[in-house]
């Protein structure tokens, strides 16, 4: 039996479906991201488990109890909200140990499991402040805190690093996962920042317009997008209309190439072929299985971003910085991939269906 499960759920305000039929199951210790644009639903599916926004359709159940008519205090969930919401008149302690003296944990419990959860935030140093002297990522970690302190059996997290630097959200992110697997609590985290996805999560629900349209582990996920949306949403790519006819793509130019062998079954007809940009490489002119031009570079730290034009159209290439002299603006080079990077995804864009 899965831990918590979410069948048909959906929000509708007026004639605008905020979220539709979204339905995922989870494994108990799971953690599983919501992963999408600004407006696409993320909060809102949150807090309908949570039970602050009550469903139009479909149903929240957690270790086989309907909780869909449970209220939000009696389901044992932990959450942090976007907007963090901390009691401005207590302490930083003191809105941590909140949630344990509504549980009526004993005070010496309390004390040390307080100090536990501000420790792993790094914020020890400041338990006798009051939110209003705090940074907003100081005011967001006390939010974490909080809601890590009652160990709840299931963690929601709406954006709970977005006003981090990138290191601290990174070491974040780390110790997170880590709590997040040593204690076994399922976890639901909302953003909008794919490599945080990819970073920490067993599986991603890629969502837009009210729906999820892949859920599939990081790998997955990146290695076989369901569409367009996907593809571009976790990782760049780029995407050509294409032409498929038994096990043969037709692209522009009059390039003709082979369908690559494994992942699922590829549509036929039209359809949009994809190719990520770190799986292209530039080769000496003449070379390769395209001829292209640099139009702009960018440099990364990392690697390089090429932009360039092609039969094809305009493609991105990554190159690593691998000190060689990269290409220049006008310079022209082969482009070449291995066959089995190549994916053919549908012309139309994915639907779940359940
Ligand atoms: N009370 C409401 N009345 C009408 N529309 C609403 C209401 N609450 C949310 N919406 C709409 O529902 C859609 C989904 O909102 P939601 O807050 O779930 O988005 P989100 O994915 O969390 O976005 P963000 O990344 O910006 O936080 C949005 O288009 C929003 O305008
Ligand atoms: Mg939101």
């Given at each position: 039996m899965s831990f918590l499960e979410l069948t048909g759920l959906a929000r509708r305000y007026g004639?605008?479906?905020?979220?539709?039929?979204?339905?995922?199951?989870?494994?108990?210790?799971?953690?599983?991201?919501?992963?999408?644009?600004?407006?696409?639903?993320?909060?809102?599916?949150?807090?309908?488990?949570?039970?602050?926004?009550?469903?139009?359709a479909g149903s929240v159940t957690i270790e086989g109890r309907d909780l869909t008519r449970v209220p939000a205090n009696r389901r044992g969930i932990g959450i942090v909200f976007q907007s963090y919401a901390l009691f401005p008149h207590m302490t930083v302690a003191a809105n941590v140990a909140f949630g344990l003296e509504m549980r009526r944990v004993p005070r010496a419990e309390r004390t040390e499991r307080v100090g536990r959860a501000l420790e792993l935030v790094h914020l020890a140093h400041?338990?006798?402040?009051?939110?209003?002297?705090?940074?907003?990522?100081?005011?967001?970690?006390?939010?974490?805190?909080?809601?890590?302190?009652?160990?709840?059996?299931?963690?929601?997290?709406?954006?709970?690093?977005?006003?981090?630097?990138a290191?601290?959200?990174?070491?974040?992110?780390?110790?997170?996962?880590?709590?997040?697997?040593s204690l076994g609590i399922t976890t639901i985290m909302v953003t909008h920042d794919q490599n945080e996805a990819m970073a920490m999560s067993d599986r991603i629900a890629v969502m837009r317009a009210g729906r999820i349209v892949q859920i599939d582990t990081p790998e997955a996920a990146y290695e076989y997008p369901a569409d367009d949306f996907a593809s571009t949403f976790l990782g760049k790519s780029n995407n050509v209309p294409a032409r498929v006819t038994g096990r043969s793509i037709a692209l522009p130019g009059g390039l003709t190439l082979a369908l690559p062998?494994?992942?699922?079954?590829?549509?036929?007809?039209?359809?949009?072929?994809?190719?990520?940009?770190?799986?292209?490489?530039?080769?000496?002119?003449?070379s390769g299985q395209l001829r292209a031009t640099i139009r702009s570079r960018l440099f990364l730290g990392t690697h390089w971003l090429f932009q360039v034009d092609s039969d094809l159209g305009e493609l991105l290439v990554y190159?690593?910085?691998?000190?060689?002299?990269?290409?220049?603006?006008?310079?022209?080079?082969?482009?070449?991939?291995?066959?089995?990077?190549?994916?053919?995804?549908?012309a139309e864009p994915a639907r779940l269906g359940h």
């Open positions: 004639d605008f479906h905020a979220v539709s039929d979204v339905t995922l199951a989870m494994r108990q210790g799971e953690f599983v991201s919501l992963l999408g644009p600004s407006g696409c639903g993320k909060t809102t599916t949150l807090q309908m488990i949570a039970g602050f926004i009550e469903p139009t400041l338990a006798g402040r009051y939110p209003r002297q705090l940074s907003g990522g100081q005011q967001q970690r006390v939010a974490l805190a909080r809601a890590l302190v009652i160990e709840p059996r299931l963690l929601l997290l709406d954006e709970p690093m977005s006003n981090l630097d290191k601290l959200r990174e070491d974040m992110q780390i110790e997170l996962r880590r709590l997040q697997r062998p494994g992942g699922p079954p590829a549509p036929q007809g039209e359809v949009l072929c994809s190719l990520r940009p770190e799986k292209l490489w530039m080769t000496e002119p003449g190159q690593q910085n691998t000190n060689r002299v990269p290409p220049a603006e006008g310079d022209v080079v082969g482009l070449d991939w291995h066959a089995s990077s190549l994916r053919v995804l549908p």
